[in-house]
């Protein structure tokens, strides 16, 4: 049962822009805080974006400002924008429940080169 499908990837200039989407299953939608996950060459998976339990958002130490999440709830999508695109954000970006894991999607490549 697919529950998340991440679109919007794409190989971009270091200083560029994306804008991912992944659309998730709405019982998932619905009933979860969603979050942002990626994956480099050599990393381990590492969380990028996320809503919390008290309804904020935070993100992680190497964001510094450069992404946003966000949602369209009648669309059950988690939206991230990502702005000012590094080399080291290369990878493969997923998105999931944010307390708690579900099943893999896919992903979108996100490739930052010149």
């Known amino acids: 049962q697919v529950q998340f499908v991440e679109s919007g990837g794409g190989l971009v200039q270091p200083g560029g822009s994306l804008r991912l989407s992944c659309s998730a299953s709405r019982n998932v939608f619905s009933r979860y805080k969603m979050a942002w996950y990626r994956q480099g060459p050599e990393n381990e998976r590492e969380f990028v974006a996320g809503?919390?339990?008290?309804?904020?958002?935070n993100y992680g130490d190497f964001v510094q400002g450069r992404f946003t999440i966000s949602t369209d709830n009648a669309k059950s999508t988690v939206y991230l924008q990502m702005n000012s695109l590094k080399p080291d954000d290369t990878g493969v970006y997923y998105c999931?429940?944010?307390?708690?894991?579900?099943?893999w999607g896919q992903g979108t490549q996100v490739t930052v080169s010149s």
């Open positions: 999931n429940a944010r307390y708690i894991n579900l099943a």
């Open positions: 809503f919390t339990r008290s309804g904020g958002t």
